[in-house]
């Protein structure tokens, strides 16, 4: 009923930029929360950036200060900006959401995840 597609993801160098871009469309009522999540190879997923319905962040200590979680409430769309990349930020990283559909019933959404590489 809502799908979530990401984009922008790649490779880049050690101190570079990305900025990824997740817009959701389908059976929208609101969008409450919407977070990125990443997973590194072997590892577990974890959350690295949380934006509320009412646009207060919160990120995770390891992205703090390099990363800026931004949404476009029209377009139902959240960014990642992220500036100075390390090697350690190489991860899948997928998009969620909460959101309430039409017809008044809140569901949780991810998207496909897109791959993010930075070379040292």
């Known amino acids: 009923q809502v799908q979530l597609v990401e984009s922008g993801g790649g490779l880049v160098q050690a101190g570079g930029s990305l900025r990824l871009s997740c817009a959701a469309s389908g059976s929208i009522f609101e969008i409450n929360a919407m977070d990125w999540y990443r997973q590194a190879p072997g590892k577990q997923r974890e959350l690295a950036a949380h934006i509320s319905s009412s646009g207060s962040t919160n990120y995770a200590d390891s992205v703090k200060g390099r990363f800026t979680i931004s949404r476009d409430y029209v377009k139902n769309t959240v960014y990642l900006l992220m500036n100075s990349l390390k090697p350690e930020d190489t991860a899948v990283y997928y998009c969620?959401?909460?959101?309430?559909?039409?017809?008044?019933?809140?569901?949780?959404?991810w998207g496909q995840g897109t791959q993010v590489t930075v070379s040292s």
């Open positions: 969620y959401a909460v959101v309430r559909l039409v017809g008044g019933r809140v569901d949780t959404y």
